[in-house]
């Protein structure tokens, strides 16, 4: 995977960390919310996930923002 992408997925993920955690959510309870997988959210977070469009709109509806505030 080009660095480029790596650190777009980082920021990605620290961002979704960052409203997750204002939200006072934990990684399972917005997994959950979210109907995907309880591990997927920190595979995100830590950037070592690339999630479809599909799983970005579940993720913003879960944290009832949206999908743009992810970005």
Same mark, same amino acid.
């Given at each position: 995977?080009? =660095?480029?992408?790596? $650190? +777009? ?6 961002? +979704? /960390?960052? !409203?997750?955690?204002?939200?006072? +959510?934990? @990684?399972? %309870?917005?997994?959950? /919310? /979210?109907? !995907?997988? $309880?591990? @997927?959210?920190?595979? !995100?977070?830590?950037? %070592? ?5 599909? =799983?970005?709109? #579940? !993720? ?6 949206? /999908? #743009?505030? +992810?970005?």
């Amino acid at each position: 995977m080009p =660095t480029q992408e790596k $650190d +777009l997925l980082k920021r990605f993920g620290k961002k +979704l /960390a960052e !409203i997750r955690k204002l939200k006072k +959510l934990s @990684q399972e %309870e917005l997994a959950w /919310a /979210a109907g !995907i997988g $309880d591990n @997927q959210i920190g595979r !995100i977070e830590r950037g %070592e996930h690339n999630p479809s469009l599909n =799983t970005v709109f #579940k !993720i913003a509806n879960a944290l009832s923002i949206s /999908a #743009k505030d +992810l970005f």
